[in-house]
């Protein structure tokens, strides 16, 4: 049987850690909670098991993983019963790099002297943003602070599912695309010119393709380097483009704009905008203040600037699903499901399920993106190199027609 390594924590509320033969993962989590322990970690020896992944929040502090983990493990030790002091000590004997360490001791530390959580985490300087912070607050407030660190786990956790879908998706068309570049320089910069001497010894007028290609060939080999100083150039002035907020603004609306594009990138903003706050408002925080963190989340200044008009609207009284349908950029299913939601009022419910349905759309959409994208790629590049192929033989033809 495999051997599995685990970290959990005793009735007594030390922490143990150590190895254990188990058919499966799901048998050591059995194992260590009949023996009446809290597994807080568990995997195969040499590699990743139960280990929450989450994201990085903020610049500063613990990466995603960390982020995912310490939110994880410190609801399943508050809900298990450990004060939150004794909890938080676990987490510091529990972590595995001097950064985690110094995080966790400073949020200890801070509680130890009457802090709330919240605050302790407010004051990690920008490592935990408002959402992550007002969460918390919210939980200490109802006195549900484990259920609520649950929920953000699993709204991290649902988070990262979206974005790591969108990233496994593009992978393979990214691929697909460098593969075609490298066949066309490398038959550009190293194939073609072994034909040049040959040609140039003949003599004769060549073929305007074959020109065409034996040009390319040589601008791409002599001034390789001017291609990336302006690529390179291009991707500076469009990263300051995006700096100036009117100009990405403008972007952001062309983006929109764009059919498929467009599209896309309207669901994926939704399946954000709903999940974040059908989270907020599960956890007891104000519409107005939740729709105030929520747009934070969006990265589209247009439809960020759709929902601040959007809170204005609810603050006069009237309803989320009519303030947002003024801009006209969100899903009419979505508006209609919130509309619903308003009315029954379960609208924390049914925001979690315009989530739920739009996280489905987004990986639909991208599916039927690829099934177009990668045969029109694959067809691009067979008709490229085709063509160069063809300007040799028809360069080979009219050599041999003049030495005829």
């Known amino acids: 049987m495999p051997l599995f390594e685990y970290k959990a924590v005793e009735p007594s509320g030390e922490t143990v850690q150590g190895t254990m033969e188990a058919a499966s993962l799901d048998m050591v989590i059995l194992k260590l909670q009949e023996a009446g322990n809290i597994p807080l970690q568990a995997r195969e020896s ?36 450990l004060p939150m002091d004794r909890s938080l000590q676990v987490l510091l004997d529990l972590a595995e790099n001097d950064r985690v360490k110094r995080t966790v001791a400073e949020i200890r530390d801070k509680v130890r002297g009457g802090g709330s959580l919240s605050d302790a985490l407010e004051e990690q300087h920008g490592a935990f943003n408002r959402l992550f912070i007002n969460m918390v607050r919210a939980g200490e407030i109802g006195g549900t602070l484990d259920v609520t ?54 003599g004769g007028d060549l073929p305007l393709i074959t020109r065409i290609v034996l040009v390319v060939g040589e601008v791409l080999q002599n001034f390789w380097w001017l291609i990336i100083l302006l690529v390179a150039l291009g991707v500076w002035r469009f990263r300051v483009m995006l ?69 204005r609207e609810v603050k006069t009284g009237g309803g989320l699903a009519r303030a947002l349908a003024k801009a006209e950029r969100f899903p009419r299913l979505a508006l209609q499901m919130i509309s619903v939601g308003e009315e029954t009022g379960q609208l924390d419910g049914m925001l979690m399920k315009v989530a739920d349905t739009y996280d489905t759309e987004v990986r639909n959409t991208i599916d039927r993106l690829l099934s177009v994208f990668t045969p029109v790629v694959t067809l691009l590049l067979a008709v490229l190199i085709g063509t160069i192929v063809l300007s040799v033989l028809l360069a080979i033809l009219s050599v041999n027609d003049l030495v005829g």
């Open 243 to 311: 700096a100036d907020a009117e100009k990405r603004f403008a972007w952001d609306l062309r983006v929109l704009s764009l059919r498929w594009v467009g599209d896309l990138v309207g669901k994926m903003e939704t399946a954000r905008l709903t999940r974040t706050l059908g989270t907020l408002l599960t956890n007891g925080v104000p519409l107005l203040s939740a729709l105030s963190i929520a747009r934070n989340v969006l990265s589209n200044t247009v439809l960020r600037q759709d929902v601040g008009d959007a809170s």
């Open 149 to 202: 660190l649950a929920r953000l786990s699993d709204y991290l956790e649902r988070s990262k599912e979206l974005k790591d879908s969108v990233v496994s998706a593009l992978i393979y068309p990214i691929m697909l695309l460098l593969l075609a570049a490298g066949s066309l320089v490398l038959l550009l910069v190293y194939v073609i010119p072994q034909f040049t001497p040959i040609f140039e010894e003949l």
């Open 46 to 81: 040499g590699a990743g098991g139960f280990s929450l992944g989450g994201f990085r929040i903020g610049r500063r502090g613990m990466n995603t993983r960390e982020v995912g983990e310490f939110t994880q493990q410190l609801s399943t030790l508050l809900g298990a019963g």
